[in-house]
C-alpha cells in the first residue's frame, strides 16, 4: 500500500512538472539572435578560399622579386664562410636591421651589373672616350657592389651616435626613478615608457625579455653586445657588477651620469680643437685665392698693362 501511493506521487509530481513546462512562456532568444544574424550582410568567402586569386592580390614584388632575392641570397649564403655570414648577421645587429645577411649579399650582387647599366648610359649620353668610357663602368660597378655594406656602416654609426647622445638623459631618469623608490625593473619600464629614442627602445626589448623569463643581468648584456656601444657597454657592466655585490645601483647611475656628461664635454672639445685644422685646406682652396686676386690684382695688371 505504501509502496503504491509513492508510485502515485511520484507520478503526480511528475505530470505537474510537465504541465508547468508546457504553460510556461517560450523565450524569444533563438528568435532574436536568427534576426540579428540575419541582419548581417553576406560575406563572399571565395577569394580567401582560393589561393591562386589571394596570390595574384598581392603586389609583384612579393611575388616576384622578393622570391628572387631570397634564392639568390641563399645561394649566395651556401658558399660563403660562417664567420662572414655571421660579421654581416652582427652588423645588421648593430644596424637595428631586420634584414637577413642572405638579402644583403644578394643585394651586392644586383647593385654590381645595374652599377655598371648605369655607367654605359652614361657613357653614351655624355659621349664619353676611353679611358673615362671604361672607367665609368667599371666604378659605378664597384660602387653599388660596395653601397650595400658602407650604407649598413653609416647606419651603424647614425645608431651609436643617437645612442651616445641619449644615455646620459636616459641614466639620470633611472636615477631619479629609483631614488623616488621604484626598482630597477620598474625604473626601466618608465624609462621605456617615456622614452622614444632608439635607447627606449632598447630598454623596452630588456623589459619585454625579463617578462619572458630571461635574467635580467643576461638581457642587459644582451642588449650590450647587440649595440657596441662603449659608453653602454660600460654601463652593463656596472649595474650587473654592482647587483650581486650589494653595492648601491643609483650610486652607480649616477656616477655612470657624470662620467658619461664628462666624456662628452672632451669629445666636444676635440671636436673644436680640430676645426681649426679641418677649415684649413677650404680656406687654402677658395678663400685665399680670391684675397690674392683682391690685393695683386690691380698690381699684376699695372705690370702687364702697355704704358
Known sequence: MTVTLIIAALGVGVATMMLVIALMPQSDGATALERRLGQIAPVDFSPLLDPVAANLERPIGERIVGPLIQGMGRFLAGRTKTAQLEALRLKLIQAG????PETLLAMRVIFFPVGILIGIGLVNLLSLTPPL??????????LGYMYPTSALTGKIKKRTREIRSALPGTLDLLTISMEAGLSLDMAIMKVSDSDETILGAEFQKVLNEVRLGRPRSDALVGMGERNDVEELSAFVRAVVQAEPLGIS????LRIQSEELRRLRKQRAENAGHRAPVLMLLPMMGCIFPCIFICLLGPAILQIIAPK
Not at 97 to 100: E, G, H, T, V
Not at 133 to 142: D, H, K, M, Q, W
Open 97 to 100: 636591421s631586420r634584414q637577413r
Open 249 to 252: 645601483i643609483t650610486n652607480v
Open 133 to 142: 668610357a671604361i672607367l665609368a663602368p667599371i666604378g659605378l660597378g664597384f
